[in-house]
């Protein structure tokens, strides 16, 4: 059963934005973090954002001042607006999900999508 379900990722130019989506099961956005993740080619899994249930949010500092997570309770979506994009922040992108938001560690996260490919030209 599949419970998460990346989209929004495409390729973009320097300084655009984009938004992306996360999917959810009932099951796991009732009761679970989200962390949205990201994989560049040759290096390793890194955190960027996270969302626990009650809407507190953490930024990588990367990130920090330019992405914006949020949570939509009545879609059971949840969202990564990117803006002022860098071609550094080209990598594949993966929301997961555990249940208390208490790591930023990818192997501490019990449940991914299949992740969505970001790609930012300089």
């Known amino acids: 059963q599949v419970e998460l379900v990346e989209s929004g990722g495409e390729l973009v130019q320097a300084g655009d934005s984009l938004r992306l989506s996360c999917a959810a099961s009932?099951?796991?956005?009732?009761?679970?973090?989200i962390g949205w993740f990201r994989q560049a080619p040759g290096k390793d899994r890194e955190f960027v954002s996270g969302?626990?249930?009650?809407?507190?949010?953490y930024y990588a500092d990367s990130v920090k001042g330019r992405f914006t997570i949020s949570r939509d309770n009545a879609k059971n979506m949840v969202y990564l607006q990117m803006n002022s994009l860098k071609p550094e922040d080209t990598a594949v992108y993966y929301c997961?999900?555990?249940?208390?938001?208490?790591?930023?560690?990818?192997?501490?996260?019990?449940?991914w999508g299949q992740g969505t490919q970001v790609t930012v030209s300089s």
């Open positions: 997961a999900a555990r249940p208390l938001l208490t790591t930023f560690e990818a192997s501490y996260y019990n449940y």
């Open positions: 009932e099951r796991l956005f009732s009761n679970y973090a």
């Open positions: 969302i626990s249930r009650t809407g507190t949010t």
